[in-house]
């Protein structure tokens, strides 16, 4: 089963306007992060937003945010006034803590979005 | 700092021949690991290490092998390329001190296997 699944794999959004980019998990570790990394068309990953499972409010940084709604496990990253170089493609990853998780992380798809003037 | 450095950025394989991926950081990190990345795929753990001198298998290890000879260093090799691996390659890195810490990847390599 897929641990981690974003269902949109394009998304348009106008300049300025917020956008919502969804991620579902699956997990029976109690303690888990979940991270957004973004990777424009030069191809790195940069991380953005990080949310942990104990954490009480919802992550944010910036202009991005993260719409945790841990009994729907889902991970929803929001970019709001969105901006030409926000196009880019976008992952939603996770992090176990188990004891034999070693740090690794398991990514989603990814969705492209696509900022429009 | 360099943070994390792969090499190299480019390759072009023909199928048998073999080649070995760098990976480099310097930032002390006991993690590292190895991923690639296919369209519509998103990342995959290949193989991964958490310290000098061991390894383990990821999610897809078929046709790779690692080796962390020294605590920078993560090598990724391929014995016998196959034009299924062809593929960008993310070498990251990770700080076990907190779960919340962000890996930090390279570059990536993109290695065409024709």
Redesign the interface.
């Known amino acids: 089963a897929q641990k ?1 699944t974003q269902t949109q ?1 394009g998304m348009f959004v106008q300049e300025k306007e917020a956008v919502t980019l969804d991620c579902t998990y699956d997990t029976s570790d109690p ?3 979940l ?1 957004w ?1 973004k990777q424009p068309s030069s ?3 940069i ?1 953005l937003i ?1 949310q ?1 499972s104990y954490d009480q409010q919802n992550a944010t940084e910036g202009r991005y945010s993260l719409n945790f709604q841990k009994a729907r496990k889902s991970a929803n990253l929001v970019i709001s006034a969105s901006q030409l170089g926000d196009s880019a493609m976008y ?1 939603c ?1 996770m ?1 176990e ?1 188990g004891g034999t998780s ?9 969705t492209i979005l696509t900022v429009h003037p | 700092n360099a943070g994390v450095t792969q090499t190299p950025k480019f390759r072009v394989l023909k199928t048998g021949q073999s080649m070995t991926l760098l990976c480099a950081q310097d930032m002390n990190h006991e993690y590292m690991y190895w991923y690639r990345q296919d369209p519509g795929m998103g990342l995959r753990l290949i193989h991964y290490s958490v310290g000098e001198g061991t390894t383990a298998k990821g999610e897809v290890p078929d046709g790779y092998n690692v080796s962390r000879l020294k605590k920078q260093n993560f090598l990724l090799g391929l014995e016998s390329a196959a034009p299924s691996q062809t593929s960008v390659y993310f070498c990251a890195s990770f700080s076990a001190q907190r779960l919340a810490n962000e890996q930090y990847f390279g570059p990536g390599t993109r290695l065409t296997v024709t």
């Open positions: 981690i794999p303690s888990y992060g991270f990394y191809g790195e990953m991380f990080y942990g992952f990853a992090r803590a070693y740090g690794k992380l398991t990514f989603g798809q990814g």
